[in-house]
């Protein structure tokens, strides 16, 4: 069949010799299994195919799982049983057998359920991708085109005659055209030319990559300008909604822990009592009152670190005193004994 094929094909070539004098032979290729995995309809189909080969295998696992138990027992029990049982259950061993290779067979043979449902499930796609070819063909003047995963041998093909994807595109649009409308048909064909052409022309598809990376490149840093500036956004909200509660809890009277904390510290240690820091009431809508505020909570901080030195100072200084005063009480009872 292949030296037919062949045969046909060097005929063919040397028929258009005299066409091949005034213009290139154009030559293309489609791989079909390529095609087919690429189509949704048929993937779709496939999977459920899929499902029942599987069914199919654990139907044969199961009868191969009984098939083997019974050989357990025959061999455990043949010590025991008379000719006639042992040949019995052999017979039966072997009808069963027979059996699960039929179905098999039945199911997974040459000639068998699933590759007839393949055959069925493909023909439709198949038809769609010869019209294609058709067209394809008669649109760019080819003279060849052939199936890479049929029995023909390519030893080597250049992947800018490929045109399985020019064939996908086709075959998309097909199953789009009805839910698309005609401007949008127009410009789904535009978008295909394109891409035709790219797939065609080595140096155009290179210049493309350049432009789609460049795009993608601004695409990028207007990405990262819109976040940064949404952080922005966001920290000027939290520190205004801070203000505002700082305003709040003012006018409710309310004092945090650590102010009367520190207020404590210092009227213990200096024995004169200390009233929280006055403050003007912050603006929340500029930026300047923003940085008042924290200039505010720079000083609070401050004020509270200089105080706690303060108290640790003074507990110090008493540490110190009260030793000093314990040793001399020492000495002077150790003189008068």
């Known amino acids: ?36 995995e690429n189509v949704s309809d ?13 069914k199919w295998k654990q139907e044969i696992e199961t009868k191969k799982l009984e098939i083997n138990k019974l050989k357990e027992n025959l061999k455990t029990e043949k010590a025991l049983l008379t000719k006639e049982l042992i040949e019995e259950r052999e017979t039966e061993i072997k009808f069963l057998e027979n059996e699960m290779l039929d179905y098999q067979q039945k199911q997974f043979g040459v000639d068998g359920n699933l590759m007839h449902q393949k055959a069925a499930l493909a023909k439709p796609i198949q038809d769609q991708v010869f019209t294609a070819v058709q067209d394809i063909a008669e649109a760019k003047n080819y003279d060849f085109i052939f199936d890479k995963s049929s029995d023909l041998t390519m030893l080597f093909s250049a992947k800018r005659f490929d045109i399985s994807d020019q064939v996908i595109r086709i ?28 797939d065609e022309n080595p140096a155009m598809a290179e210049r493309q990559k350049a432009l789609d990376a460049r795009k993608a490149a601004r695409e990028k840093l207007v990405a990262d300008r819109k976040l940064e500036q949404e952080a922005k956004r966001k920290e000027y909200e939290e520190k205004r909604n801070a203000i505002a509660a700082e305003k709040a809890a003012r006018k409710n009277g309310t004092v945090s822990e650590s102010a009367k904390s520190t207020e404590a510290i210092k009227t213990e240690t200096t024995g004169i009592p200390v009233s929280a820091p006055t403050t003007t009431e912050p603006a929340t809508t500029s930026q300047p009152a923003v940085n008042k505020a924290e ?8 004020r509270k670190k200089e105080l706690e030195e303060r108290k640790k100072k003074i507990l110090e200084e008493r540490e110190a005193a009260k030793k000093a005063k314990e040793a001399e009480t020492q000495k002077t009872n150790t003189t008068n004994n």
């Open 295 to 302: 200039e505010r909570q720079k000083l609070y901080e401050q």
């Open 1 to 36: 069949m292949r030296k037919q094929f062949l045969f046909i094909f060097l005929a063919l070539i040397v028929a258009n010799t005299s066409k091949a004098q005034t213009r290139s032979t154009r030559i293309g290729y489609i791989d079909m299994e390529y095609i087919l």
């Open 171 to 198: 075959l998309n649009r097909t199953e789009k055209r009805e839910q698309l409308s005609k401007k949008q048909l127009k410009e789904q064909e535009a978008k295909e030319n394109l891409e035709n052409e790219i």
């Open 42 to 54: 048929y993937k779709e189909a496939k999977s459920q195919l899929d499902l029942k080969a599987t």
